[in-house]
């Protein structure tokens, strides 16, 4: 069993890594994007849609640990 879910792992990844190859390959267009005022490089789309994706998976996690740790605790009382 413990080398089937290591398998199935495996080609999880490899299937997100082809997407995520596919996707790059397929949008080499350049864009530049201007955010108030400041104008970046020109960049290709895949380049920008995958560093949002990256921050996107690093800030989630810290915002979800945030909102866990200000949660109030319950008391659990024992029943008599």
Excluded: D, H, T, Y
Excluded at 52 to 66: Q, S
Aim: glycine share 8%; proline share 5%; hydrophobic share 65%.
């Amino acid at each position: 069993m413990r080398n089937f879910k290591k398998l199935l792992l495996v080609l999880i990844v490899l299937a997100v890594v082809a997407v995520a190859l596919l996707f790059v390959l397929e949008n080499q267009q350049g864009v530049a994007l201007v955010f108030l005022g400041w104008a970046g490089p020109q960049l290709p789309v895949s380049v920008l849609v995958l560093g949002a994706l990256l921050v996107g998976l690093a800030v989630g996690p810290v915002l979800g640990a945030i909102v866990v740790a200000r949660r109030p605790r319950l008391k659990v009382s024992k029943a008599a």
